[in-house]
């Protein structure tokens, strides 16, 4: 049993322990969008049947709780049926555990969800294994139902079974299949990965980089990437290697191929971000150099710069053309360009453009002082509102607009931070749909930080002192030699799944759609948090669908 464990017991709230040959236990079914703490001691009892279109997922929460100590606790499902004989036998169970969030977000949210312990959910353990639950502490249980596209509408109902030393519990599993069928997301997804020989390591402690255990790692993400519908990935140029001999480079793509080849056989690479070439010098503050292999990151204006970047992008986007990958490759330069620094990343993207003039730039931007240069806009969400104009000046000339979030922003936007409602999290592509945005850029599906990941979640950024808050960093778990989802996954994955059901409303009648859309998202930072509005506004987007 993990560590975790331990720290789950010392967190729990502290009751007595029944000796006795009964013993008091609960199992009540619970809102999933709904944040379980170790100490929770209410929860709202939850009778709704999920409502899904075929090819969406069902999940489902349940609150186990004894007065003494639950041994040997496992999970068992009767599948979903609808009583002529069609079952729904896509069902994932696991428990759901705690992490711990030592640093509190600054300018919480008025909503923000307080932990008297500091832990809370969000890995889901699925690995089947028994656990030991403490005595007295709340401990959520997830159950995830996978509706095929092919699925026959109507009603199925199933159970949950919870079973340990001295009880037996179980509960219902009732959702609607609805006679529609979730069209291919087409909103651009990326949550940008970690393949250091560090995260590696998480992943399998022997493994080094480019080995057969390194490319099962990469088929690992690739796995948790489909589950929440990303279809834009990463690579990053550390896959190709470089020589200079004789005065003249070659470069070797193998690794690249490698990796891109994984992501497509994966189905989540549907189009191909090429990783930075570039980056500051300094701070934050300080001008964009370029990578030169063996000399560190040089200006732009540097001779050994120059030579190198003027055999390397002929050479790099030949070799796209030649895989076929062209029609679908875009090209970051350096990361976040802002008002003291554009400058020098606008020469640096002009010699690019140079020797590539029709490949798309795509760049998380804090800046508007890129036009004609960067051609897929990706603000951060706070920024975003506060241009919105411009940014819709820029689609109308043919540029795409998506947007991002970090460690930022705070406050009443909606983010991924652990301390924040599930809801919110889900609502990240509501706004997508309210308000044009095409695209979802995040950087931490991996950055694993500390010495445990499932213990502390939060982090200083040692550049200015930063919090990177918890949730931020990652939204995937390290285990040995696999990795693990989480809840904040999953709300994001329904999001997308919402984001879809919208488009495909806007179909038949994008009045009702955009009216749908507001009355849930009022505008940049409230929206509607009632999680029984949220099933309302689906059924009517299902109901409207159906007919």
Same mark, same amino acid.
């Given at each position: 049993?993990?560590?975790?464990?331990?720290?789950?017991?010392?967190?729990?709230?502290?009751?007595?322990?029944?000796?006795?040959?009964?013993?008091?236990?609960?199992?009540?079914?619970?809102?999933?969008?709904?944040?379980?703490?170790?100490?929770?001691?209410? &929860?709202?009892?939850?009778? *709704?049947?999920?409502?899904?279109?075929?090819?969406?997922?069902?999940?489902?929460?349940?609150?186990?709780?004894?007065?003494?100590?639950?041994?040997?606790?496992?999970?068992?499902?009767?599948?979903?049926?609808?009583?002529?004989?069609?079952?729904?036998?896509?069902?994932?169970?696991?428990?759901?555990?705690?992490?711990?969030?030592? $640093?509190?977000?600054?300018?919480?949210? *008025?909503?923000?969800?307080?932990?008297?312990?500091?832990?809370? /959910?969000?890995?889901?353990? &699925?690995?089947?294994?028994?656990?030991?639950?403490?005595?007295?502490?709340?401990?959520?249980?997830?159950?995830?139902?996978?509706?095929?596209? &092919?699925?026959?509408?109507?009603?199925?109902?199933?159970?949950?079974?919870?079973?340990?030393?001295?009880?037996?519990?179980?509960?219902?599993?009732?959702?609607?299949?609805?006679?529609? *069928?979730?069209?291919?997301?087409?909103?651009?997804?990326?949550?940008?990965?970690?393949?250091?020989?560090?995260?590696?390591?998480?992943?399998?402690?022997?493994?080094?980089?480019?080995?057969?255990?390194?490319?099962?790692?990469?088929?690992?993400?690739?796995?948790?990437?489909?589950?929440?519908?990303?279809?834009?990935?990463?690579?990053?140029?550390?896959?190709?290697?470089?020589?200079?001999?004789?005065?003249?480079?070659?470069?070797?793509?193998?690794?690249?191929?490698?990796?891109?080849?994984?992501?497509?056989?994966?189905?989540?690479?549907?189009?191909?971000?090429?990783?930075?070439?570039?980056?500051? *010098?300094?701070?934050?503050?300080?001008? +964009?150099?370029?990578?030169?292999?063996?000399?560190?990151?040089?200006?732009?204006?540097?001779?050994?710069?120059?030579?190198?970047?003027?055999?390397?992008?002929?050479?790099?986007?030949?070799?796209?053309?030649?895989?076929?990958?062209?029609?679908?490759?875009?090209?970051?330069?350096?990361?976040?360009?802002?008002?003291?620094?554009?400058?020098?990343?606008?020469?640096?993207?002009?010699?690019?453009?140079?020797?590539?003039?029709?490949?798309?730039?795509?760049?998380?931007?804090?800046?508007?002082?890129?036009?004609?240069?960067?051609?897929?806009?990706? /603000?951060?969400?706070? +920024?975003?509102?506060?241009?919105?104009?411009?940014?819709?000046? $820029?689609?109308?000339?043919?540029?795409?607009?998506?947007?991002?979030?970090?460690?930022?922003?705070?406050?009443?936007?909606?983010? $991924?931070?652990?301390?924040?409602?599930?809801?919110?999290?889900?609502?990240?592509?509501?706004?997508?749909?309210? +308000?044009?945005?095409?695209?979802?850029?995040?950087?931490?599906?991996?950055?694993?930080?500390?010495?445990? /990941?499932?213990?502390?979640? !939060?982090?200083?950024?040692?550049?200015?002192?930063?919090?990177?808050?918890?949730?931020?960093?990652?939204?995937?778990?390290?285990?040995?030699?696999?990795?693990?989802?989480?809840?904040?996954?999953?709300?994001?994955?329904?999001?997308?799944?919402?984001?879809?059901?919208?488009?495909?409303?806007?179909?038949?009648?994008?009045?009702?759609? $955009?009216?749908?859309?507001?009355?849930?998202?009022?505008?940049?930072? !409230?929206? &509607?948090?009632?999680?029984?509005?949220?099933?309302?506004?689906?059924?009517?987007?299902?109901?409207?669908?159906?007919?």
């Amino acid at each position: 049993m993990r560590k975790l464990v331990h720290l789950l017991a010392s967190a729990a709230v502290a009751l007595a322990t029944v000796s006795c040959q009964s013993i008091s236990v609960s199992l009540t079914r619970v809102d999933p969008l709904v944040k379980l703490l170790p100490e929770t001691v209410t &929860d709202r009892p939850y009778t *709704v049947v999920e409502e899904v279109a075929a090819g969406e997922h069902a999940t489902f929460q349940y609150s186990l709780k004894g007065m003494a100590e639950l041994k040997d606790v496992k999970i068992s499902v009767e599948v979903p049926t609808d009583g002529a004989g069609h079952s729904l036998d896509g069902v994932t169970t696991g428990f759901v555990d705690f992490v711990h969030e030592g $640093r509190t977000t600054l300018n919480p949210a *008025v909503d923000v969800i307080r932990s008297a312990s500091g832990m809370y /959910p969000d890995p889901i353990d &699925d690995g089947g294994s028994l656990r030991n639950i403490p005595a007295g502490m709340t401990q959520p249980v997830w159950v995830t139902v996978t509706v095929p596209k &092919d699925a026959v509408p109507g009603v199925y109902n199933g159970k949950i079974h919870l079973s340990g030393k001295g009880f037996n519990l179980e509960s219902e599993i009732a959702l609607k299949v609805y006679p529609v *069928v979730l069209e291919e997301p087409q909103l651009w997804i990326t949550n940008w990965f970690n393949s250091s020989q560090a995260a590696l390591r998480r992943f399998d402690p022997e493994a080094e980089i480019f080995s057969d255990e390194y490319w099962e790692y990469i088929r690992a993400i690739a796995s948790k990437m489909k589950v929440c519908y990303q279809n834009t990935v990463l690579i990053p140029m550390s896959t190709i290697t470089s020589s200079n001999e004789g005065g003249s480079w070659s470069f070797n793509f193998d690794n690249f191929d490698k990796m891109v080849g994984i992501f497509i056989e994966a189905g989540v690479l549907k189009r191909l971000e090429a990783g930075h070439i570039g980056g500051r *010098v300094g701070k934050w503050n300080s001008p +964009f150099g370029m990578d030169v292999p063996g000399k560190g990151r040089l200006p732009m204006s540097d001779p050994a710069a120059i030579e190198y970047y003027s055999a390397f992008i002929p050479a790099l986007t030949s070799h796209i053309k030649e895989k076929g990958w062209y029609p679908i490759y875009c090209q970051h330069i350096a990361d976040e360009p802002a008002g003291d620094n554009y400058e020098s990343y606008v020469s640096i993207a002009s010699f690019f453009k140079r020797y590539a003039p029709d490949v798309k730039i795509i760049e998380a931007c804090h800046s508007h002082e890129l036009s004609q240069i960067v051609d897929i806009w990706v /603000p951060q969400l706070d +920024f975003y509102s506060y241009g919105y104009e411009f940014y819709c000046e $820029r689609q109308a000339a043919g540029d795409e607009v998506w947007f991002y979030t970090c460690l930022n922003p705070k406050g009443e936007f909606a983010n $991924r931070f652990l301390e924040q409602p599930l809801l919110k999290t889900r609502l990240l592509h509501w706004i997508n749909f309210r +308000f044009g945005a095409t695209g979802y850029l995040h950087w931490g599906l991996n950055y694993w930080k500390g010495e445990d /990941p499932w213990n502390e979640t !939060t982090a200083i950024q040692t550049e200015n002192g930063n919090i990177l808050p918890g949730g931020d960093s990652w939204i995937i778990y390290p285990g040995d030699k696999r990795l693990y989802g989480s809840i904040r996954l999953e709300a994001m994955r329904d999001g997308i799944a919402d984001y879809t059901l919208l488009q495909m409303l806007a179909g038949k009648d994008e009045a009702k759609a $955009r009216e749908i859309c507001r009355q849930t998202v009022y505008d940049w930072t !409230t929206y &509607d948090m009632s999680t029984d509005h949220l099933r309302s506004a689906r059924h009517e987007i299902l109901e409207a669908l159906a007919k």
